[in-house]
């Protein structure tokens, strides 16, 4: 029988950020096979072309090297090898019946971890041990529940097909879009998926969490021509001065009556040195809305910005979109259904049906979306557990007791759907 607990706080101390997750993905899809599920991993379990934010190959590279020598089994991480990350278990029942659908995510943060002492996995000593990466949104409570259910059902004795999917690179929302693209979801009756605190407190499950945004990551690319600054300043192209003035022009963005907006510019980079034009910068910007229509014409216009400052300054440009997400339409009928299943699991007390705990962006979106396209009906849940600190934060943790709870919830949730 799996230890929770134990998987949990390894996947802890072993954090990797999106597409990176070679080791995590290593010991999930082992795991599962030695379950007896079908397992789908590298190029059969992603699109390698639809994956958004890539990183660079020597990252890539880097990565999988650290994986092997960290204990990932070297066979299944030679098929991930270049970003391919995704797991997917696939258990048919022993009868005929329709297909349920989990799914997981996997990747850390690029945060340094606490060292304080009143942090748990500090004085426990699970903390971190890639120095810049940590689990700091519960991911590894989410991959550790995925196991814990698949070794639930492991015995196939259920009517239908259980599909669990371990997704890399939610954060950025990134990794989704690649595994809707490879056409995993077009087969799926019933979609769950489920984030770990978001605010609501431990004993506490709502069926369908409301509130999710909009939004498109894009990275500009902005090129120049580089000369001295106190000579020949009229010879240069400022990329920098370019990239610059569309920061302050995306920025200045009317709202719109329709619903609301966000747009933030979180980085502009660019130059060599103070006597030299920049030939070269990068602005990475993101849209966000409560509408996918309203945030593709705030997306229109930064591109519009973005072409028309580089105009101004006679510069070359591209934009790259590293990330995207669209509203959750969970079905409530769905969620009410999952909440009679949490009423029956000792430790949960409170129960919504749905209610709106997010103002950020999730990716499940895309496969929530596909399996509502093809008939079938998704939801996005959120299960309590009180947080010392907010997600993303170098002392966030979360209470393990809610693991096992967890697990209890998505079984019984499987059960009923596969009788």
């Given at each position: 029988m799996l230890d929770l607990v134990s998987l949990r706080r390894d996947f802890h101390m072993h954090p990797e950020v999106g597409f990176t997750e070679f080791r995590t993905a290593s010991k999930v899809a082992e795991i599962l096979a030695s379950l007896g599920y079908e397992v789908l991993i590298g190029p059969e379990a992603m699109d390698g072309d639809a994956r958004r934010g890539l990183p660079p190959a020597d990252v890539l590279e880097a990565a999988?090297?650290?994986a092997l020598r960290d204990g990932a089994n070297p066979q299944i991480v030679e098929k991930m090898r270049g970003g391919y990350t995704a797991v997917i278990g696939i258990k048919k029942g022993s009868k005929e019946g329709p297909t349920v659908a989990f799914r997981f995510d996997m990747d850390a943060l690029p945060v340094l971890e606490s060292t304080d002492m009143d942090h748990v996995p500090q004085a426990k000593g699970f903390r971190s041990r890639y120095?810049?990466?940590?689990?700091?949104?519960?991911?590894?409570g989410h991959t550790t529940i995925g196991l814990g259910l698949?070794?639930?059902?492991?015995?196939?004795?259920?009517?239908?097909t259980v599909k669990l999917i371990f997704q890399p690179a939610e954060e950025g929302v990134r990794g989704a879009y690649s595994i809707v693209q490879k056409g995993h979801l077009d087969d799926v009756d019933y979609l769950f998926c489920h984030h770990l605190g978001t605010n609501v407190p431990l004993g506490e499950v709502h069926g369908a969490s409301l509130g999710f945004l909009a939004t498109t990551k894009m990275v500009a690319h902005f090129h120049g021509v580089s000369s001295h600054a106190g000579a020949t300043p009229e010879?240069?192209?400022?990329?920098?001065?370019?990239?610059?003035?569309?920061?302050?022009?995306?920025?200045?963005?009317?709202?719109?009556?329709?619903?609301?907006?966000?747009?933030n510019v979180g980085v502009l980079e660019g130059g060599t040195a103070a006597?030299?034009?920049?030939?070269?910068?990068?602005?990475?910007?993101?849209t966000r809305s409560v509408a996918e229509e309203i945030n593709a014409e705030l997306e229109q216009r930064v591109r519009t910005i973005i072409a028309h400052s580089a105009a101004m300054h006679e510069l070359d440009y591209e934009i790259e979109v590293v990330g995207g997400a669209i509203p959750i339409n969970s079905d409530l009928d769905l969620a009410e259904l999952a909440m009679e299943e949490a009423r029956a699991v000792e430790g949960f007390t409170s129960f919504k049906v749905?209610?709106?705990?997010?103002?950020?962006?999730?990716?499940?979106?895309?496969?929530?979306?596909?399996?509502?396209?093809?008939?079938?009906?998704?939801?996005?849940?959120?299960?309590?557990?009180?947080i010392p600190a907010p997600h993303h934060h170098p002392k966030f943790d979360i209470q393990e007791e809610i693991l096992p709870r967890a697990v209890a919830l998505l079984h019984r949730i499987a059960t009923r759907f596969l009788t």
């Open positions: 999988y090297e650290r120095e810049g990466n940590m689990h700091a949104c519960a991911h590894d698949a070794e639930k059902l492991a015995d196939g004795n259920f009517s239908g010879k240069g192209r400022n990329a920098l001065l370019g990239a610059a003035t569309a920061l302050l022009n995306i920025h200045g963005i009317s709202r719109f009556s329709t619903g609301s907006t966000r747009v006597n030299i034009i920049p030939q070269y910068a990068k602005m990475v910007v993101e749905s209610d709106s705990n997010s103002m950020g962006s999730e990716d499940a979106s895309f496969m929530i979306k596909r399996v509502q396209e093809r008939g079938g009906k998704g939801t996005y849940m959120a299960i309590g557990t009180d």
